[in-house]
């Protein structure tokens, strides 16, 4: 099974993904079919039949439920079995027979799934309240083979620009990494950043960066399990959402968010930044994908430097996270064995 943060919410689908139609996708290692009821409403379960293990997904839906198209066994909005063709409508139903059903929510143009316990209230999606009211978006999508975590670390690795994208963002070649100042919680990572040329200066002091950081708003900011926002301007932002679907790949939703609203101009433009973060984006792809370990928690072998101080914590935060869900002895052996920030001092990573 795929190893992710459990009881979060994961945006797994931009909400027009799901029309009226059935939808079989695979997410955090999971099959999983989506559905829509007539008011609208998105569900998701298991893509497995209860009954003999057919795919869900490859069925119907009919008067809001969803039919199994191996015997014809419905199924309501909550996974259970409504009705069982060869027992007739006087048979009685087992209460084992249920399809597993997922909470979801759907916002921001996002439908999100809750991967974790069931309950009677849930936190807050985790998204940003800035992105919240008011903006226009255009999105990319591309799935990338490569493990959730080395994905996510790419996008806080502040070092790269003047080698992966020396003919685009990094073409000033400013490769000397003043800080980056980090803060960091179990909610997230906020990033300070800037890059200069290397003129042999000495880097800044930590009460040099965290006084720059007091009066700007972060450059890059993450939220845990997975949504990402580059600060190109008040106006002007960028944003992923990565859904891991199994442990070999990973699925970006690249939004760039904007106050265009005149329809043409906003198509032009959001059709332009689409072209630019993609090739951007696919810079980063073919370093990424040479990466090894896949998942960076196996990466003990990594020796990480200053300029990594939002990668350590990203790695920090996500084993502790992971550790704090009681995981089994092995999965614990994993983790101790898996995770090396040991290369980074604390003091570095602990700002
Ligand atoms: S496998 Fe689905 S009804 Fe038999
Ligand atoms: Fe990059």
Redesign the pocket.
């Known amino acids: 099974m795929m190893r992710v943060l459990e009881n979060q919410w994961y945006p797994v689908l931009e909400s027009r993904e799901l029309g009226h139609k059935l939808l079989g996708v695979e997410r955090l290692g999971r099959q999983l079919a989506f559905w829509r009821t007539t008011d609208g409403l998105p569900h998701a379960h298991h893509d497995r039949?209860?009954?003999?293990?057919?795919s869900?997904s490859s069925g119907k839906i009919i008067n809001n439920h969803l039919v199994?198209?191996?015997?014809?066994?419905e199924f309501d909005r909550d996974g259970k079995c409504k009705h069982i063709p060869a027992i007739g409508r006087k048979g009685k139903i087992s209460k084992a027979i249920a399809a597993r059903h997922f909470p979801l929510r759907e916002e921001f143009g996002f439908i999100w799934l809750w991967w974790g316990e069931e309950s009677e209230s849930y936190p807050e999606l985790p998204y940003f309240n800035t992105l919240k009211v008011g903006w226009q978006y255009g999105t990319v999508v591309t799935e990338w083979p490569v493990h959730y975590t080395r994905a996510i670390e790419n996008q806080l690795d502040v070092a790269h620009l003047a080698f992966v994208h020396r003919t685009t963002i990094g073409a000033t070649g400013n490769s000397f990494v003043e800080g980056p100042y980090v803060e960091a919680d179990e909610h997230g990572i906020k990033v300070w950043v800037t890059n200069s040329k290397d003129a042999g200066q000495r880097p800044r002091s930590p009460a040099e960066l965290a006084e720059t950081a007091a009066t700007k708003e972060p450059g890059l900011r993450f939220l845990f399990p997975g949504v990402w926002l580059l600060n190109l301007s008040p106006r002007l932002k960028n944003f992923i959402a990565f859904v891991p679907i199994n442990e070999q790949k990973t699925r970006y939703y690249l939004r760039v968010y904007h106050h265009i609203s005149i329809p043409l101009i906003r198509q032009v433009f959001e059709f332009l930044m689409g072209i630019s973060n993609r090739i951007i984006l696919n810079q980063d792809k073919r370093v990424v994908l040479t990466q090894t370990p896949s998942n960076s928690l196996n990466a003990h072998q990594d020796r990480l430097i200053r300029s990594d101080r939002a990668v350590g914590q990203f790695r920090r935060l996500l084993a502790r996270l992971l550790e704090a869900e009681a995981p089994s002895c092995q999965q614990k052996t994993i983790m101790n064995e898996g995770l090396n920030t040991s290369s980074i001092k604390d003091d570095a990573l602990d700002r």
Do not use: I, M, N, T
């Not at 199994?68 to 066994?73: A, E, Q, S």
């Open positions: 039949c209860p009954h003999l293990g057919a869900l199994c198209p191996f015997h014809g066994f």
